[in-house]
């Protein structure tokens, strides 16, 4: 019971600060383009991570087997799939609610799932079956299709939210014994280094001004940053690292039913969050549909036949982030 509970306090912590990374981007999403932001944040986060190994006594944090397991081709598709997953999530947001992105990427479990039945010959269950139809209905009623408030973007956070799932049953097929900083890594070093190259096209060779119009956030070329934009890229920094480790540390004390089932407290934090600081606020029919999605996860979560969900636990205690943020997990 007492590991229970603290396993509960260290995933409420580290949702929360998932909640708040999301939001703090967001925000920025009006000063400067989703790539510099990636470009600027991973070289704190890379030396935040390198500082973390140094100091944290878990075998799968060791810097030296780290370096080996990098040159890992599954590492590295892992990571791709992480950064389609950004891309897809992030490009919703300017026109979706914080809370309404992360419902509709909370249909990831729900993938996962059918991936390992199809892939892994896993075994779903009436229950199972029931949380996968439930998803479905719960994104029907967040996006009302057909509707005038309508918005195609909802799809986005799905796409994301396949992605996702993509990374976890390869994480549960190919890296269940992966060293987790070495995953962390190669998550930050693949989004620097695409991030640097975009950075550079974007610049030298900018789209049309229309384009840019339509897409500020993912087409903005390199803007002036302030003392206080550098302080918030460190912050950021600073986010993801702690994410990092409290969920991994989360996984390790607690029952992975428990700790995925307090995941979808990302849908009340970013309900709350979006309100007071994003002026965001949820219609009853987006309340409902949130609801009827959390309930289908865990449905699926808790579903007789499962370990605890074994993909979501190998995927998650090795994840950077992971909207997952919703929200996953954060890169």
């Given at each position: 019971?007492?590991?229970?509970?603290?396993?509960?306090?260290?995933?409420?912590?580290?949702?929360?600060?998932?909640?708040?990374?999301?939001?703090?981007?967001?925000?920025?999403?009006?000063?400067?383009?989703l790539w510099q932001l990636f470009l600027t944040r991973a070289p704190f986060a890379l030396a935040l991570l390198v500082g973390l190994a140094a100091v944290l006594p878990a075998r799968n944090w060791r810097l030296r087997s780290a370096w080996a397991a990098l040159c890992d081709p599954w590492v590295s598709l892992r990571s791709v799939l992480i950064v389609l997953m950004y891309l897809f999530m992030y490009m919703s947001f300017p026109y979706l609610k914080l809370a309404v992105m992360g419902a509709a990427f909370f249909i990831a479990p729900?993938?996962?799932?059918?991936?390992?039945?199809?892939?892994?010959?896993?075994?779903?269950?009436?229950?199972?079956?029931?949380?996968?139809?439930?998803?479905?209905?719960?994104?029907?009623?967040?996006?009302?299709?057909g509707t005038s408030v309508f918005q195609p973007a909802i799809f986005l956070p799905v796409i994301a939210g396949l992605c996702y799932s993509f990374a976890a049953v390869l994480t549960r097929a190919k890296l269940r014994q992966s060293n987790t900083l070495a995953v962390a890594l190669s998550l930050n070093l693949i989004?620097?280094?695409?991030?640097?190259?975009?950075?550079?096209?974007?610049?030298?060779?900018?789209?049309?001004?229309?384009?840019?119009?339509?897409?500020?956030?993912?087409?903005?070329?390199?803007?002036?940053?302030?003392?206080?934009?550098?302080?918030?890229?460190?912050?950021?920094?600073?986010?993801?690292?702690?994410?990092?480790?409290?969920?991994?540390?989360?996984?390790?004390?607690g029952r992975t039913v428990l700790v995925a089932t307090l995941e979808y407290s990302y849908l009340i934090y970013a309900g709350v969050i979006g309100f007071v600081f994003l002026g965001e606020v949820l219609d009853g029919f987006s309340l409902l549909g949130m609801a009827i999605l959390v309930t289908a996860g865990v449905l699926v979560v808790t579903r007789p036949g499962t370990?605890?969900?074994?993909?979501?636990?190998?995927?998650?205690?090795?994840?950077?982030?992971?909207?997952?943020d919703p929200a996953a997990s954060q890169p």
């Open positions: 019971m007492n590991r229970d509970l603290g396993a509960a306090a260290i995933i409420l912590t580290a949702v929360l600060l998932m909640t708040i990374a999301d939001a703090m981007i967001k925000a920025f999403m009006g000063d400067m383009g729900i993938f996962t799932v059918l991936m390992a039945a199809l892939f892994l010959k896993d075994r779903v269950g009436l229950r199972g079956w029931l949380g996968v139809a439930l998803g479905f209905i719960g994104v029907m009623v967040v996006s009302r299709p989004l620097m280094i695409l991030s640097g190259l975009l950075v550079l096209g974007l610049n030298f060779a900018p789209p049309p001004a229309a384009w840019v119009e339509h897409s500020p956030f993912m087409l903005r070329p390199w803007a002036p940053m302030a003392g206080q934009d550098w302080a918030a890229i460190v912050v950021m920094a600073v986010l993801v690292c702690g994410i990092t480790v409290l969920l991994a540390l989360a996984y390790q004390v370990s605890a969900s074994a993909e979501d636990d190998t995927e998650r205690a090795t994840a950077e982030e992971t909207p997952a």
